[in-house]
């Protein structure tokens, strides 16, 4: 199992509520979308069942993090093998459910 | 629009389930309540240890509820996972909720934690029972890819009613174990009518060990689950010895049996081979008496 850790600066800040999608089954991620408070950054961490792939990890969250430039929150992946593709369809259904939830909220 | 239970996933059951807005969650992703035998063994664990449980509504009545998420290790019972749906129970017990809701989908205990699995679910059997003393029902749902099997297909027979689809199996050793352990030539788990005429939903309501059978939708399962509420628990000594006798007549009934389809023609039915083609209803009508409760 490998732990990687991603740190991007500048994002907006963005509202929601907390927010988990996805399962931790053989080639799908489950990811969780946390408020937090990280002058405008975006934490990413990720624990992930594939040895190897950190530079394809980080291009993945980098292509996120442009997409949506979404701070002030922390995501956490738990990942059995998905491929690229998967995580940044599921990374855009967290954010995206994140925001959506704290619509209702408010 | 109607949603499959059987492909849903564990909190889109339960969003599909409860009456809007009225989902809480004990124990949720965020808190990281996560299995250490798993970190032991360097493998991710997920945040929920893949069992949802919390409190909501069914139709206006207050329920407690725990959702197990098959995609997760085939929604194997871990010590975390089982002491959630444990704590959940007991709190039942002290709270009198109007029900309590199990969606099961499991394959059993978690090898990886052993012992520790093995003694959450003979946990989550005593808590079962509690509640049930308690007076508060206590309705399994069976529906997903992964059945219900192992120590928690025993757990919900200790449950005062199952609702199964005809996609759900419940037993106690799955058919790959046993096709592991006895060989092909005993089981074919690749065989898939003989699976379903072993363990699928139609066959354990026509052995009147399920209570109710449904269609596959999250919206069938709420009616049966709302009407489940309704029927209350008859927890008496009187009913349990009714269960008894019928499962001593049935050992003597179809003990010889060698195949799902000797039991239909036994219970009645002229043409077995015909029951996988009835839908929901058509089934349903046609069971009528013919099935083993019936006698």
Redesign the interface.
Known sequence: MENLKYRFDNGKPTQGVTAIVGVLGSGNLEVLVEPAALGGACEIEVKTAANGFDRIWQAVMSDFFARHRAGDIRISVNDAGATPAIVSLRLDQAIETYIAQGKIKT | MTRSYYES?A?ARIAGLLDEGSFHEWL???DRLTSPHLAAL???????DGVIVGRGGIAGKQIFFAAQ?G??MGGAVGEVHGAKIVGMLERAVCDHPAAVLLLLETGGVRLQEANAGLIAVSEVMRAILSARAAGVPVIVAIGGQYGCFGGMGIASRCASAIIISEEGRLGLSGPEVIETVRGVEEYDSRDRALVWRTVGGKHRYLLGECDTIVPDSVEAFRHAITASIDNGDDWSLAALEREHQMLAERVQRFGACKDGRDIWRELGWADPDAIAMLDNDEFIAAAQGRRAKDK
């Open positions: 996933s909190r949720p992703a965020a360097e493998q991710p664990a997920a945040f929920d998420e995609g997760f």
